[in-house]
């Protein structure tokens, strides 16, 4: 095979492993070989075979397409990609540069990273002032004797508001700045990927759940569907696996073999039952957890359109189970209202031991040595060591409980509560979608 | 039959299987590089159909191992004859000179074989169908790794068996579960979506050619919105098409109209809650409206 071509593909796998899709060396050898069969001078045929061997999900064949539509384009196509993207390396700089012109304290430069003056430079006028104006005025109140520590007291309230600010504009920018890999083609090229790729639905997978749009909410939708649909098919597959471990029934394979003379022609056995866990979920509406609560319902609502043995709470000030509006057939949205309409808490403050002390005297009945208790929430809540306490008392009925963390598993460290539940529960992130993927192929309730 | 993307393309087309260049040339790249074709995609776009169309154009066995959750190598490699291995034993109980007895046992006259051993020990290249491979364990999905990598297997008392004509193999998976990267690995992958409006044309045509091709047409069109629609599960297969487009015929209808639309949408929408999506988002008049456009 013609060398060119060989190196061309092997750079070309290089480039979407960088995009993330997974290529393994073997494909990459397979790839070869097939191109030996195939008449490569066919684009659509190239293509497909490519695509056939380095694609191995349905979510990377957009990406695939594209990547392959701007590595294989036409010389002036990767003339036009070069110039555009020599101009928007420019254009970023010169951004940078008018930024370090605005923050300036006493006429020296605030030290502040690359991404927060390009953070600056897409803020709108008014922003801008905002700052510019509170930089002014330190600097006509300041006093000489404190005059070091001001400068940097300044660029932490800069920082700060840098970092408020990107916290509502997260849709309109864009931080992703990546690491070069030496080779320009390919920067270009996964530059352009970022600005122009097709978004598949793993991006969603990533997204805080809070963030994500309402515009996305029909695909979040589905795919939580999809997952909730996957942890379903592993609770039961879990089970039925035990079914391997057969017992030997000597009663019943006796009996049958007596008209055999006694010689065992046919064996018996004894095959557990299947049994699905007993799950308990308790939700957190309270007021900062309503995004979540609302795709996390969306959730359980799947794994109870498969699953009947789940009884659903929601808390906020108090505890509310909700599992009778969960019948088959139910439409999600009515539910949804139904469900908002009818409670008294939705949108409260935040009391789990209270909602706990609820679960513990109304709710005994359900807590049982079989039982898992699922509980999700930010941690955020009046009380902690009185929830401590709740928790510690219901563990004890229960055969495990289980918590799935809103908070980003980052700030974990610094949330008191996170930490003080932490020691006694089990504790996974659930802050995106892909969290929750997490948790359907983990292990977590074994 | 010489395997070339024409020869592929000329079979599908003598048994009906309506395909594009995508399908055509994977299934021409797997067969060349010896490779599984993993297929997936929602139930009823014609995923084991184009097992079976294989070992149709290729004249050659079908041999299908259906998976379900629990299915193990018992079941779908070899068993021992359990009760043949007792009766040999009664007999020999009477016969002094037994020496042998043992090793005849484990000889392949005891051997009962299960679809994967079929498939490798088959004196004609067949074709290997591993249907809904998601619905199994990952035990088992890792125990098939052996076998579509090198094409052998292993029995302990017989020892490697190494296939003497490499099978065709497919594999369909409807994606209830995410598939091994081992596995995904050794395959080569073809997602099969739903046809396009020309392309369902074509297939009501090579399955059902009575139907006038102004029906046709409205029937594919009707059956890409309601495709399209998320709040529908389950979407409605191929196969349900077709089902369609012979009970329209059967009805003499040359063309939809809201009334038949509710007389018969209980064809291609199978649940109660479907038909009230259904009923809710779209509705018989606009379908109808819309397939007429």
């Known amino acids: 095979m013609d060398k060119t071509l060989e190196a061309n593909i092997v750079r070309f796998t290089h480039l979407l492993r960088l995009t993330g899709i997974k290529v393994g060396s073997g494909e990459v050898i397979d790839a070869l070989n097939a191109l030996t ?27 695939f397409d594209h990547t392959f539509d701007l590595y294989f384009a036409p010389l002036e196509e990767r003339e036009r990609q070069q110039i555009e993207h020599q101009m928007r390396q420019k254009q970023k700089q010169q951004q940078i540069e008018e930024a370090e012109q605005d923050l300036t304290f006493e006429e020296e430069k605030l030290e502040l990273s690359e991404e927060e003056k390009y953070l600056y430079s897409q803020m709108d006028q008014e922003d801008k002032s905002k ?316 | 039959m010489e395997i070339t993307m024409e020869n592929i393309r000329n079979g599908f087309e003598e048994v009906g299987y309506i395909s594009d260049p995508e399908v055509i040339v994977t299934v021409y790249l797997a067969l060349k590089l010896q490779k599984p074709i993993l297929i997936e995609g929602e139930p009823g776009v014609g995923k084991t159909e184009l097992g079976k169309v294989l070992s149709q154009i290729f004249h050659t066995d079908l041999i299908r191992l259906q998976c379900y959750e629990g299915l193990d190598e018992n079941k779908a490699l070899y068993e021992w004859n359990y009760q043949k291995q007792l009766l040999k034993i009664q007999i020999m109980k009477e016969t002094p000179s037994c020496d042998h007895v043992e090793d005849d046992l484990f000889s392949r006259e005891y051997l009962l074989e299960r679809p994967l051993l079929k498939a490798i020990q088959s004196e004609k290249k067949p074709v290997l169908l591993i249907d809904e491979v998601d619905k199994t364990d990952e035990e088992f999905e890792a125990f098939l790794f052996e076998l579509l990598s090198d094409f052998q ?33 050794r395959c080569i992958y073809l997602f099969l979506d739903f046809p396009t409006v020309e392309r369902e044309v074509a297939i009501i045509k090579a399955k059902v050619p009575e139907i006038t091709d102004k029906l046709t047409r409205q029937i594919a069109k009707a059956v890409n919105l309601i ?57 018989a008049a606009a379908l109808d409206e819309f397939a007429r456009s």
Not at chain 1, 46 to 57: G, N, P, Q, Y
């Open chain 1, 37 to 63: 069969f195939i008449d490569f001078s066919d684009r659509e045929q190239f293509k497909i075979a490519l695509r056939s061997i380095l694609v191995k999900r349905k979510g990377e064949r957009d990406i």
């Open chain 1, 131 to 446: 700052i510019k104006e509170y930089i002014k005025k330190a600097e006509e109140g300041k006093s000489r004797i404190w005059e070091p520590t001001v400068k940097s007291l300044i660029e932490n309230v800069v920082k700060g508001a840098l970092r408020k600010w990107l916290h509502s504009h997260q849709d309109q920018v864009d931080l992703k700045d990546r690491v070069s890999t030496g080779d320009e083609q390919l920067d270009y090229i996964l530059e352009d990927l970022d600005h122009s790729a097709p978004s598949r639905d793993e991006s969603l997978m990533y997204e805080d759940m809070q963030h994500i749009k309402d515009k996305d909410l029909p695909k979040a939708n589905l795919l939580i569907r999809r997952l909730a649909k996957h942890l379903v098919t592993r609770i039961s597959r879990r089970y039925k696996r035990s079914r391997r471990h057969q017992l030997l029934d000597l009663r019943r394979t006796i009996r049958d073999n007596i008209r055999y003379g006694g010689t065992m022609f046919k064996l018996k056995y004894r095959s557990k039952r299947i049994q699905k866990p007993k799950l308990i979920l308790i939700c957190d509406v309270s007021g900062s957890m309503a995004r979540y609560a609302s795709l996390v319902l969306q959730f359980i609502y799947g794994i109870h359109s498969v699953l009947g043995q789940i009884e659903s709470f929601i808390f906020s000030d108090d505890l509310e189970k909700i599992s009778h509006h969960f019948h088959p057939g139910s439409d999600f949205n009515q539910l949804m209202v139904d469900i908002m309409n009818e409670s008294r808490i939705w949108g409260g403050g935040t009391r789990l031991h209270k909602s706990l002390s609820t679960l513990r005297t109304n709710y005994s009945t359900l807590l049982t040595s079989d039982a898992y208790i699922i509980i999700l929430s930010d941690t955020k809540t009046e009380a902690i060591d009185d929830t401590l306490q709740e928790l510690q008392a219901i563990k004890k009925s229960v055969k495990d409980i289980l918590w799935l963390n809103t908070l980003p598993e980052q700030e974990w460290e610094k949330s008191k509560s996170t930490k003080t539940f932490q020691a006694l529960i089990k504790m996974y992130p659930c802050n995106t979608l892909n969290d929750i993927e997490k948790i359907t192929h983990s292990k977590i309730f074994n």
């Open chain 2, 153 to 185: 297997v292993s029995v302990p008392e017989l020892g490697t068996l190494i296939a003497e004509k490499i099978p065709m193999v497919v594999l369909t998976s409807n994606n209830e579960r995410e598939l091994s990267d081992g596995l995904k690995r």
């Open chain 2, 227 to 283: 495709r399209q629609n998320t709040e529908i599960k389950k979407k409605p297969s191929i196969a349900e098409t077709l089902d369609w487009a012979r009970a329209l015929l059967t009805l003499n209808e040359d063309g939809l109209s809201e009334k038949v639309v509710k007389q018969t949408i209980n064809i291609l929408l199978k649940t109660k809650t479907d038909i009230e999506s259904f009923n809710k988002q779209i509705g």
